[in-house]
């Protein structure tokens, strides 16, 4: 590729870091192998494809119809973000999800993040939603972009294989109980503890913000208000261990 494209290709992907621009173009980036892999079994269309041969070690064939430019480091590096070269990097465009086209089975558990802020927290909860077999996570009042590099990375690209779509806390909770979903919310100062709660029907989790945790809204029409049991100096938990330890609580019932 001439020298010139090289800068057109570094600038155009720099400007997917800027949520405005992922919101102009419809674009993400994803970066590494892992995330890459995941993207393409998910069937997300694939608009580039960068590869670096010094540094890159395909686990796997890339699909022959997917466009790949190869690039020496010094322009992977300007397109990558921060130190960690993966030495792959594609520029997909992802179809988002409405909340009408999530399915909930009959026993499900559905994860409802509520105003989350951080993007390395949101990554976290969805690879611990794919491990846990969550039929869905929904985005509520969200703070943070879906598709922000830090959260297709933390996630490891899991982002593209859980159901996850954004919508408010009122059309949440209508669609919950349409699905006839029992709704616990998380709460340090609740008197129920998580385990004394039958979560072997369809369930939903509420987990929120990371300062301000779950609102009245969530706790005024929750089923069950429950706590995490705390036995040191700190009140709560992180709010990627509180959801983890949930959805697994949630799994553990389901599987009995």
């Not at 992907?13 to 621009?21: F, G, I």
């Not at 993007?119 to 611990?128: C, D, E, I, S, Y």
């Not at 919310?185 to 945790?213: C, F, K, L, W």
Request: glycine share 8%; with cysteine; charged share 20%.
């Amino acid at each position: 590729m001439p020298e010139h494209l090289w800068t057109d290709a570094v600038q155009g992907v720099k400007r997917l870091r800027t949520r405005a621009y992922r919101r102009k173009t419809g674009q993400v980036i994803v970066e590494g192998w892992p995330e890459v892999s995941r993207a393409l079994k998910a069937g997300v269309r694939v608009d580039a494809m960068y590869l670096c041969p010094e540094i890159f070690q395909p686990e796997s064939g890339i699909p022959e119809n997917i466009p790949v430019t190869e690039v020496p480091r010094d322009v992977f590096a300007a397109m990558a973000f921060g130190s960690r070269l993966k030495g792959i990097l594609a520029v997909c465009r992802p179809e988002p999800l409405a909340l009408a086209d999530v399915s909930v089975p009959g026993d499900a558990t559905v994860v409802v993040l509520e105003a989350v802020e951080k993007p390395g927290n949101l990554g976290a909860v969805l690879r611990t939603a794919d491990g846990a077999g969550v039929a869905a996570v929904i985005l509520c009042d969200g703070k943070t972009d879906l598709y922000n590099q830090h959260v297709v990375r933390s996630s490891i690209g899991t982002v593209f294989t859980v159901p996850v779509t954004a919508a408010t806390s009122e059309q949440t909770y209508v669609y919950l109980r349409e699905r006839g979903c029992a709704i616990l919310s998380a709460s340090a100062h609740a008197a129920e503890e998580y385990t004394a709660v039958d979560m072997r029907g369809p369930t939903a989790i509420i987990v929120g913000n990371e300062h301000a945790g779950v609102s009245d809204f969530w706790t005024r029409r929750s089923d069950h208000r429950v706590r995490i049991p705390m036995q040191g100096a700190a009140s709560s938990l992180n709010v990627t261990v509180s959801a983890s330890i949930l959805i697994y609580e949630a799994r553990r019932q389901k599987t009995l």
